[in-house]
């Protein structure tokens, strides 16, 4: 199946810093990115939805200056967490949807970045 | 009332058994619905989207029921490598974006 490459896969990061997690479509053209967050025993919250060359649309609660989401390839987008907190500590996943050939693919999952924030 | 609702679990299995859950959902007006298995600290992977009709791939049976928005997956002769946590997820416009639930762990075994 079509692969989505997600990296890092942990980063420990101190309190202020920013954090950047690429993830990529390796095999398809991602005309669409989903950003993720997972608390531990929580389900998956989306965030964002990124179409590839537009603005990204945060889900509501989400701060967009905070979670900044790039997508200006369709086989690149990347989410920084700006002035990371202890907080942000979570795991984000991203999902890829787009076109192998002429069809539409189904949602593939990034590996998950692991991010703790000391 | 969360969206997409699952009895979080666990379920303890024997090997060999058979586990049936489900999972409600508020959105009437979801399109699409699956079931998404996820082992500790690793990304969901899809196992199977789930139709009307019920539908089965090998050992799963998955099930919708749109008038009392509910989907059930069932699993026959339970495998240790069944243990997971299994996610309900739906799918609530043309993008592709995903709702998804808690999940239920299933723990078989042995």
């Known amino acids: 199946g079509a692969v989505v490459s997600q990296h890092p896969s942990r980063v420990i990061c101190k309190s202020g810093t920013s954090v950047k997690i690429e993830c990529r479509s390796l095999d398809f053209q991602a005309t669409t990115m989903f950003w993720y967050r997972q608390f531990p025993k929580q389900s998956l919250m989306l965030m964002a939805t990124?179409?590839?060359?537009?603005?990204?649309?945060?889900e509501q609660g989400v701060e967009k200056d905070k979670f900044l989401i790039n997508h200006a390839s369709l086989t690149l987008s990347t989410l920084t967490v700006t002035s990371a907190h202890p907080e942000d500590s979570s795991f984000y996943i991203c999902?890829?949807?787009?076109?192998?050939?002429?069809?539409?693919?189904?949602?593939?999952f990034g590996q998950g970045t692991r991010l703790t924030v000391v | 009332r969360k969206e997409v609702e699952q009895d979080p679990g666990p379920f303890n299995v024997p090997e060999g058994a058979t586990v049936a859950f489900n999972c409600t959902y508020s959105?009437?007006?979801?399109?699409?619905f699956f079931w998404y298995r996820q082992d500790c600290r690793k990304e969901p992977k899809l196992l199977m989207s789930v139709y009307s009709s019920g539908n089965e791939d090998g050992r799963f049976t998955a099930q919708l029921n749109r008038a009392s928005q509910y989907i059930s997956l069932l699993i026959r002769d339970s495998k240790l490598s069944d243990s997971a946590t299994y996610l309900c997820?739906?799918?609530?416009?043309?993008?592709?974006?995903?709702?998804f639930g808690a999940g239920t762990q299933v723990v078989v075994t042995p």
């Open positions: 959105n009437s007006a979801s399109q699409s």
């Open positions: 997820v739906l799918q609530t416009d043309s993008w592709g974006k995903l709702q």
């Open positions: 990124s179409n590839e060359g537009s603005k990204a649309t945060y």
């Open positions: 999902s890829a949807r787009g076109t192998i050939g002429a069809l539409n693919t189904e949602a593939f």
